[in-house]
């Protein structure tokens, strides 16, 4: 058995600043790198580094910067066999700021994400038999995300949605397909149209989302922890302390760990704090897929910190 992640690979060039730019305005970097990374391929990354066994599916362009990405799944042991090349197309590239708060901003060029189609859901079919989860984001064309999760619906296989980046709006018939809904704050804001920053609000949020069709809502609130509604409860999992450094892939690395817990059988509450976990520790480091941890870094974090997690569950 196995994940499977549909979604986005992308090359991240990132420019470090002391603060990011108003509009108009141009700003001095401290410093450049490049990283592979793309919301779909950093929640494969996420989740195989936890020894999960784990396909991606998706594209990358026939230029470099799509042998370097192909390269840096492999090392991270993601199946690739479903990962193809599109000729004459450049692969996804993010071009990210990250301030000396750890916040940042991402610009996403498509590239070969945008070229994804039915060929790819014939290849997920295949897969779904033997798959424990679906994990979608919106990097790629919203219609074909609904017809991945129509597929994994019709498989009974399990659906996690990352609405990132967050539209104004997301099609009824996607919510009715998913099962767990993971937006941040902002994605949350955006989505219902109100802004989510406290528990009262991701209350009122999260039955909103549940009301559209999602079975779960589970709130990523970054360092004021995780927020999540089911049909018959509600509760707050506190975050993980670190010293933030960067948070680029954090939502990423929640949403893989949450599906690898969920792959080793884990409750959802357990589930949830490997989410935070893993995003704790992606925050405490640069970059993408660099951040990911591994099992080991994994596991002696828990065991050192999971202590100090106490389940909120009077939450409103
Ligand atoms: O979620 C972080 C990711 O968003 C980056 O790696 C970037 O590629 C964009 O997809």
Not at 201 to 220: H, N
């Amino acid at each position: 058995m196995s994940l499977i992640v549909f979604g986005s690979i992308n090359i991240d060039l990132v420019a470090q600043t002391t603060r990011l730019p108003h509009t108009g305005e141009t700003v001095l970097g401290t410093s450049f790198f490049t990283v592979s990374g793309g919301k779909g391929a950093n929640q494969a990354v996420a989740a195989a580094k936890l020894g999960i066994p784990t396909y991606l599916i998706g594209r990358v362009g026939d230029d470099d910067f799509g042998q370097t990405l192909l390269n840096s799944l492999t090392e991270a042991n993601v199946n690739i066999d479903f990962v193809t090349v599109t000729p004459n197309t450049g692969s996804g590239v993010a071009i990210i700021a990250v301030d000396e708060n750890a916040d940042n901003t991402i610009i996403v060029v498509s590239g070969a994400n945008g070229c994804v189609d039915e060929t790819d859901i014939d290849r997920l079919k295949s897969l779904l038999p033997k798959a424990t989860a679906l994990l979608l984001q919106l990097e790629m064309p919203i219609d074909v995300n609904i017809a991945a999760a129509k597929a994994a619906k019709e498989a009974g296989v399990r659906v996690i949605l990352d609405p990132a980046p967050a539209p104004d709006s997301l099609p009824d018939e996607l919510y009715h397909l998913v099962d767990f809904i993971t937006p941040n704050e902002t994605e949350a804001s955006r989505l219902v149209g109100f802004p989510v920053n406290d528990q009262e609000t991701c209350l009122k949020a999260a039955k909103i989302l549940l009301d559209r069709g999602a079975s779960t809502a589970v709130l990523k609130l970054g360092a004021k922890g995780v927020f999540c509604a089911t049909r018959t409860e509600h509760f707050m999992v506190p975050a993980f302390k670190i010293t933030p450094v960067d948070t680029v892939a954090a939502g990423d690395a929640f949403n893989g760990a949450m599906a690898a817990a969920f792959h080793e059988g884990l409750s959802l509450q357990e589930s949830l704090i490997w989410g935070a976990a893993a995003g704790a520790l992606a925050v405490s480091k640069q970059g993408a897929q660099p951040s990911l941890p591994s099992r080991a870094t994994f596991e002696a974090f828990l065991q050192t910190n999971s202590a100090k997690i106490d389940l909120d569950t009077d939450a409103p």
